[in-house]
């Protein structure tokens, strides 16, 4: 799975699990997975990006469609 490749490298999950978590919509926490690739030079596909944001939505977020 691309996170724990290339994300989970870097960070631990509880990273998502902040109280003060600047993510509240599927918007942000998309942009949040593009800036973090950008950052770090990974070369993400759009569909790579969907699939972090996915995951990441159903094991943290849980945010609202």
Do not use: G, N, P
């Not at 944001?53 to 609202?64: N, Q």
């Amino acid at each position: 799975e691309l996170y724990a490749t290339q994300c989970a490298t870097c960070h631990s999950e509880r990273l998502h699990e902040r109280e003060k978590s600047r993510i509240r919509t599927l918007a942000d926490l998309r942009a949040e997975v593009t800036r973090w690739s950008r950052e770090t030079k990974q070369r993400f596909s759009a569909e790579d990006i969907e699939d972090v944001v996915r995951y990441l939505d159903l094991s943290h977020y849980r945010l609202k469609k």
